[in-house]
């Protein structure tokens, strides 16, 4: 399995802006469907978003389509969440995870990070 190490999390306002990043070790990075979910206090962990292995295929959940945009730097085995007009619904630790078929479906994904805490104020 692949080794996963989030960052980027914090504390911020309605309305702004963080970056999420994820680091992998371990296994070929460039294998990978790579993805980000989240879970708030007292709720289920939801899928956010994927991307297959390619790079070139990129999915949503439909409350954070528009705002987040997932992207992968296979050079530096990173895959990054980009995460624009943050509401205080999006408050979670956000995870994220490595799917070895590259596909990006939630079925698939079997390596986790430790998350990170985005915390949204209104």
């Known amino acids: 399995q692949v080794q996963l190490v989030e960052s980027g999390g914090g504390l911020v306002q309605a309305g702004d802006s963080l970056r999420l990043s994820c680091a992998a070790s371990g296994r070929t990075f460039s294998n990978y469907g790579m993805g980000w979910f989240r879970q708030a206090p007292g709720k289920e962990r939801e899928f956010v978003a994927s991307i297959t292995r390619s790079g070139y295929n990129t999915y949503y959940a439909n409350n954070v389509k528009g705002r987040f945009t997932i992207s992968r730097e296979d050079a530096k085995n990173t895959v990054y969440l980009q995460m624009n007009s943050l509401k205080p619904e999006d408050t979670a630790v956000y995870y994220c995870?490595?799917?070895?078929?590259?596909?990006?479906?939630?079925?698939?994904?079997?390596?986790w990070g430790q998350g990170t805490q985005v915390t949204v104020s209104s």
């Open positions: 995870a490595a799917d070895p078929t590259g596909l990006g479906y939630e079925p698939h994904f079997n390596s």
